[in-house]
């Protein structure tokens, strides 16, 4: 036996090593056998890839409204049925999978929980054709044709929330951290807007690769010198995690306040308690709201799911709130002609998790919990009631 | 001096001596055996594991070098036995391979513990006043671990006798066998020192990271890199591509952001391959 490494060179390795690492994202494909007269929606959530631990939950709640609607008749007397689909790809796979699913399968409808570039990609694939329901916290701002957002928006998250800090706990200095993809520059845009009207300033904004494997270490020390009250963070999954135990690790939790505007119960369980300190996150839901609607709603999902339920998050119940609106939209409209929906989407009222809710212009207003992390735990220091998206569509 | 910079200065030699650690056993794997191995980043992931298992059943932290040594050395003896064995002339066949292990051991650690972040807690916490400024100390304590575990490494393999044989088989298989070393099972056992190596970095960063079945893909290709830049086969090329790649990445991150690091890092591996494919350190 020989250990030689003859004819082959570096620069061979680290191309098919590259290649091998695209490969490992590569998208799992469901393809479910016809059957005529289902209500047909593609539900595109993250199945691989590093935001694939959102996956569970957002499926989970989408397959209970499912149950939910199916059990009173379904859509316009169709049963629905989910075409989980896997978004954690890059945009142009979802894209792809979106024309098959329109063409072999004829989907009706679309629910989307994914990052916005894939949203861009399937909003130029889906045309308007049939709605598409775009589910997750975002920047604000999508207006296509025949799409509706659910989530929460800057408007909603940063303009309470840093209200709050500027008058409670007197903030004046802001340092921005985030990763470089559209999501976190917009919000960050319309938070220092929100910065200068309460009267305070930025001292610092700086962006990290996404999906690149980051590491903290400069960024943190950076943060330590320039002093700041408050960081406001608009990084997502690993990176945030990571951030958080750099920052408590230099010790600066105990000074410096942190403000995370993509801080659900998955991140905050890896952040974990010793680096939750001083830790913010403002939020449309949060699984322990104590409120009759969400006890109700964690029954259901319990008694579906059992103790292996995953993890409920604001990502997650956004899939729930996706198929009930899906439900009263198609049902208002009496189909899912694109004009018909947009007229009957102006205050369309549909069930959450967390109680009902109202859509105007195309997007949602709603309650807005801001939370301090005790350990793994979000505590709620202030609900801000009916919180405006601002940025309604205008048709 | 102002303590911002002697902060950063500190991180740089964080940085460089975190990556010889996390390259370490690639660096005997890929550099010894020739092995492609694309799963090195997932046995860093199952020594987090180990660590976090160790915490969460509230056993002491050091339980977990030990834990994570033999879960690494079974596995990798198996890995090696029934993959790697029959695939030492044959590289790509390697990657391809161990790309397929990667998948799996993924898969597994997301049927044992789910898909979901996990913390370990920082055994060591708070900081402490070094050189005029406040350091984590647990980062450095891993400093002085990272350089010992590098300097045994170093002393084992140029002194011993296992040292020395390996080296024959590096160097020359058909005759380090006609002189009655058993190549097959020195190579296994180079194998598995490579998979603990790996295990070991990986129980040594979990209180600082998110654990979760994905974190293995944050290494590999920054251990590759590592070794392309400062060659094959020598601790002086482990040491260089690490104070090359992990020092410019910090520097540069440093001085400007984190985005010119990480680009920093990938023209730097672009240039090699193109103008110094050997390495700094080539070997003959």
């Given at each position: 036996?020989?250990?030689?490494?003859?004819?082959?060179?570096?620069?061979?390795?680290?191309?098919?090593?590259?290649?091998?690492?695209?490969?490992?994202?590569?998208?799992?494909?469901?393809?479910?056998?016809?059957?005529?007269?289902?209500?047909?929606?593609?539900?595109?959530?993250?199945?691989?890839?590093?935001?694939?631990?959102?996956?569970?939950?957002?499926?989970?709640?989408?397959?209970?409204?499912?149950?939910?609607?199916?059990?009173?008749?379904?859509?316009?007397?169709?049963?629905?049925?989910?075409?989980?689909?896997?978004?954690?790809?890059?945009?142009?796979?979802?894209?792809?999978?979106?024309?098959?699913?329109?063409?072999?399968?004829?989907?009706?409808?679309?629910?989307?929980?994914?990052?916005?570039?894939?949203?861009?990609?399937?909003?130029?694939?889906?045309?308007?054709?049939?709605?598409?329901?775009?589910?997750?916290?975002?920047?604000?701002?999508?207006?296509?044709?025949?799409?509706?957002?659910?989530?929460?928006?800057?408007?909603?998250?940063?303009?309470?929330?840093?209200?709050?800090?500027?008058?409670?706990?007197?903030?004046?200095?802001?340092?921005?951290?985030?990763?470089?993809?559209?999501?976190?520059?917009?919000?960050?845009?319309?938070?220092?807007?929100?910065?200068?009207?309460?009267?305070?300033?930025?001292?610092?904004?700086?962006?990290?690769?996404?999906?690149?494997?980051?590491?903290?270490?400069?960024?943190?020390?950076?943060?330590?010198?320039?002093?700041?009250?408050?960081?406001?963070?608009?990084?997502?999954?690993?990176?945030?995690?990571?951030?958080n135990r750099t920052f408590a690790g230099f010790g600066l939790d105990k000074d410096i306040a942190r403000l995370a505007f993509l801080l659900e119960e998955n991140t905050l369980m890896g952040v974990g308690a010793e680096s939750s300190a001083n830790l913010y996150s403002c939020m449309g839901y949060f699984a322990n709201d104590p409120s009759a609607a969400n006890t109700k709603f964690k029954a259901a999902y319990q008694a579906k799911l059992g103790d292996k339920a995953p993890l409920l998050n604001t990502l997650g119940i956004s899939c729930y709130a996706g198929v009930k609106s899906a439900h009263q939209l198609v049902t208002k409209a009496e189909g899912t002609d694109g004009k018909k929906c947009m007229a009957a989407s102006e205050g369309l009222t549909f069930e959450t998790a967390s109680g009902p809710a109202t859509m105007h212009g195309r997007q949602v207003d709603k309650a807005m919990f801001l939370a301090n992390c005790k350990g793994t735990q979000f505590n709620v220091v202030k609900t801000f009631s009916d919180v405006k998206s601002g940025s309604e569509c205008k048709a | 001096?102002?303590?911002?910079?002697?902060?950063?200065?500190?991180?740089?030699?964080?940085?460089?001596?975190?990556?010889?650690?996390?390259?370490?056993?690639?660096?005997?794997?890929?550099?010894?055996?020739?092995?492609?191995?694309?799963?090195?980043?997932?046995?860093?992931?199952?020594?987090?594991?180990?660590?976090?298992?160790?915490?969460?059943?509230?056993?002491?932290?050091?339980?977990?070098?030990?834990?994570?040594?033999?879960?690494?050395?079974?596995?990798?003896?198996?890995?090696?036995?029934?993959?790697?064995?029959?695939?030492?002339?044959?590289?790509?066949?390697?990657?391809?391979?161990?790309?397929?292990?990667?998948?799996?051991?993924?898969?597994?650690?997301?049927?044992?513990?789910?898909?979901?972040?996990?913390?370990?807690?920082?055994?060591?916490?708070?900081?402490?006043?070094?050189?005029?400024?406040?350091?984590?100390?647990?980062?450095?304590?891993?400093?002085?671990?990272?350089?010992?575990?590098?300097?045994?490494?170093?002393?084992?393999?140029?002194?011993?006798?296992?040292?020395?044989?390996?080296?024959?088989?590096?160097?020359?298989?058909?005759?380090?066998?006609?002189?009655?070393?058993?190549?097959?099972?020195?190579?296994?056992?180079?194998?598995?020192?490579?998979?603990?190596?790996?295990?070991?970095?990986?129980?040594?960063?979990?209180?600082?990271?998110?654990?979760?079945?994905?974190?293995?893909?944050?290494?590999?290709?920054?251990?590759?890199?590592?070794?392309?830049?400062?060659?094959?086969?020598?601790?002086?090329?482990?040491?260089?591509?690490?104070?090359?790649?992990?020092?410019?990445?910090?520097?540069?991150?440093?001085?400007?952001?984190?985005?010119?690091?990480?680009?920093?890092?990938?023209?730097?591996?672009?240039?090699?391959?193109?103008?110094?494919?050997?390495?700094?350190?080539?070997?003959?």
């Open positions: 036996m020989a250990i030689e490494k003859k004819g082959f060179t570096r620069r061979t390795i680290l191309g098919t090593a590259a290649a091998g690492l695209a490969l490992g994202t590569a998208p799992s494909l469901i393809r479910p056998a016809a059957a005529a007269g289902e209500f047909k929606i593609g539900l595109f959530i993250p199945l691989s890839g590093p935001a694939s631990l959102f996956g569970p939950s957002s499926q989970a709640c989408a397959e209970l409204a499912a149950d939910e609607v199916n059990k009173n008749g379904g859509i316009l007397g169709r049963p629905i049925k989910l075409l989980a689909t896997d978004a954690g790809g890059p945009p142009a796979e979802s894209a792809k999978s979106a024309v098959r699913l329109m063409l072999e399968e004829k989907a009706d409808l679309f629910i989307g929980m994914h990052d916005s570039a894939t949203r861009e990609a399937l909003v130029a694939t889906i045309k308007g054709k049939v709605p598409y329901i775009y589910t997750p916290v975002y920047e604000g701002g999508e207006c296509d044709f025949n799409v509706y957002s659910l989530g929460e928006t800057p408007n909603q998250q940063a303009r309470p929330s840093i209200g709050w800090l500027a008058g409670e706990q007197k903030a004046k200095t802001y340092y921005l951290i985030g990763d470089d993809y559209v999501w976190p520059h917009k919000t960050n845009a319309e938070a220092k807007k929100y910065i200068a009207e309460s009267g305070g300033s930025v001292t610092g904004e700086e962006y990290v690769p996404f999906g690149a494997p980051n590491k903290f270490e400069e960024v943190v020390t950076r943060i330590k010198s320039a002093k700041p009250d408050v960081v406001v963070i608009t990084l997502v999954g690993a990176d945030n995690v990571n951030f | 001096m102002d303590p911002l910079i002697v902060t950063q200065a500190i991180n740089v030699v964080y940085a460089v001596s975190i990556l010889a650690v996390l390259a370490l056993g690639l660096a005997v794997i890929f550099g010894l055996l020739g092995v492609l191995n694309i799963a090195h980043g997932e046995f860093i992931m199952i020594g987090a594991y180990c660590a976090y298992v160790t915490e969460s059943r509230g056993w002491p932290y050091l339980v977990a070098v030990p834990l994570t040594l033999a879960v690494c050395s079974l596995l990798g003896a198996a890995v090696e036995w029934i993959m790697i064995r029959r695939l030492y002339r044959r590289p790509f066949d390697t990657l391809v391979a161990t790309w397929g292990l990667s998948l799996l051991l993924r898969k597994i650690a997301e049927a044992f513990f789910g898909p979901g972040f996990r913390s370990v807690t920082i055994p060591l916490p708070g900081t402490i006043k070094f050189l005029g400024t406040e350091y984590p100390i647990y980062r450095l304590m891993l400093i002085v671990v990272s350089l010992a575990v590098v300097s045994v490494l170093v002393i084992w393999y140029g002194r011993s006798r296992t040292g020395s044989r390996i080296r024959a088989m590096v160097n020359n298989p058909e005759l380090a066998q006609a002189q009655g070393i058993s190549v097959r099972r020195l190579a296994a056992a180079t194998f598995v020192v490579g998979t603990c190596l790996a295990g070991f970095a990986g129980v040594m960063v979990a209180p600082l990271v998110p654990v979760q079945p994905f974190m293995g893909l944050d290494y590999v290709l920054r251990s590759f890199f590592v070794l392309i830049v400062g060659g094959l086969g020598s601790v002086s090329g482990l040491l260089s591509g690490a104070v090359v790649i992990g020092g410019f990445d910090s520097v540069i991150s440093a001085v400007t952001d984190a985005a010119n690091g990480y680009f920093a890092v990938l023209v730097l591996a672009i240039l090699f391959l193109w103008l110094r494919p050997r390495g700094i350190v080539a070997r003959a």
